[in-house]
């Protein structure tokens, strides 16, 4: 794969800056790794790939904050238009991290986050005066509920202003419970405003690829702590449609 992204021209991070879209309108799309060797050839006339410490496969880390009755988790199982993140992100090759806040509403996200010098299992004072600031409602005290990290692949559009991450090798844990699923990719599309002329649209229209709405917070809690502990009704058929990638992959 890396052999590949290194026909890809390259876009560093102070170029990225002018494709941040941190706010935006994201189409998610979840398929096999073996179809990601298919297609990335396929996407090197259309993108830039980002690249890190002459890096274009970068690991991430992500520390999720939720309230004791779940309350994020479970917004998004009732499909609430206005709804929240809160977690932690470290950017595992520069060390760098930030706690970020997501707010989806009515279809868009909101991404709104500060610097941070790691991943805090307890909110240091100015980090919880930030969520404070920022939260579009009052909620309890939050707590650390879920550990996730993957390898993501970062591409800019050379056309259109968007942006396509592709994340792979995706690994839950909490506690002394861990959740591989390695075989499965995960992209997102990030614009500005949905466009379906894009090329990867066409790409995964082409190959029969429908988007797909998908938390991975949502998936990371119900594979840590199984579908009896968590409502998961609305969930059936994404989880039935994951193992289903799952077992073929196999």
């Not at 890809?8 to 998610?28: A, C, S, W, Y």
């Not at 990335?40 to 904050?65: A, D, R, T, W």
């Not at 997102?188 to 429908?210: A, D, H, Y």
């Amino acid at each position: 794969m890396e052999e590949v992204l290194s026909q890809f021209d390259l876009i560093d991070l102070t170029e990225m800056d002018g494709v941040q879209l941190m706010n935006r309108v994201d189409t998610k799309f979840v398929f096999d790794s073996d179809v990601l060797t298919e297609i990335l050839p396929v996407l090197q006339g259309h993108f830039k790939v980002l690249n890190v410490g002459e890096s274009m496969i970068s690991g991430y880390e992500s520390l999720y904050y939720d309230d004791p009755e779940l309350r994020f988790y479970n917004d998004h199982h009732r499909k609430r238009l206005n709804r929240v993140k809160v977690r932690y992100r470290t950017y595992l090759e520069s060390g760098i991290s930030f706690l970020e806040v997501k707010h989806k509403h009515k279809g868009r996200t909101n991404k709104m986050r500060i610097p941070s010098n790691e991943n805090h299992m307890e909110l240091p004072t100015d980090h919880q005066a930030f969520l404070d600031s920022v939260m579009p409602f009052d909620t309890d005290p939050l707590n650390p509920s879920l550990m996730n990290q993957y390898q993501r692949i970062t591409l800019v559009g050379k056309d259109q202003d968007e942006r396509l991450t592709i994340d792979l090798a995706l690994r839950f844990e909490w506690k002394d419970r861990k959740e591989d699923m390695g075989k499965l990719v995960i992209a997102e599309l990030k614009q500005g405003r949905i466009n379906r002329e894009s090329p990867f649209f066409r790409i995964m229209k082409q190959r029969g690829i429908r988007p797909l709405r998908l938390s991975k917070y949502c998936i990371g809690m119900l594979k840590i702590h199984g579908a009896g502990a968590l409502k998961h009704n609305r969930f059936k058929k994404k989880l039935l449609h994951i193992e289903k990638l799952e077992n073929d992959a196999a």
